[in-house]
């Protein structure tokens, strides 16, 4: 326990950090699973609707990761690599689609 009001402070603070890191963290995984499912569908029966839908998707999660860089909840290579890992399942589909 916390002697000191400054140390309940920032226990405080360390908490509500911990739990804005979280939320970030689960939303760029969630978002994540739903670009590769949209991948998976493209790329099963590509068509110009599913490339579109694929596409929105990305966007969504490059803002989302690109945001939890900004508030200090990722590392720039963290995100960078989470990106290319974006950028490469729907290059791996392509192909295969054509």
């Given amino acids: 326990m916390a002697n ?3 140390a309940t402070k920032r226990i405080d603070i360390n908490e509500r950090n911990r739990m804005r890191n979280k939320a970030y963290k689960s939303a760029v995984k969630t978002l994540m699973k739903k670009y590769f ?3 998976e569908v493209y790329a099963s029966s590509p068509s110009e609707e599913q490339l579109q839908t694929v596409q929105t998707s990305m ?3 490059y803002s989302k990761i690109d945001k939890a860089v900004k508030r200090g909840v990722y590392h720039k290579n963290n995100a960078a ?3 290319a890992r974006l950028a490469k399942a729907l290059k791996n589909a392509v192909p295969q689609a054509s």
Avoid: E, H, T, W
Wanted: glycine letters at 0%; hydrophobic letters at 35%.
């Fill in 4 to 6: 000191s009001k400054s």
């Fill in 37 to 39: 499912q949209a991948v």
């Fill in 59 to 61: 966007s969504i999660a």
């Fill in 81 to 83: 690599r989470k990106k």
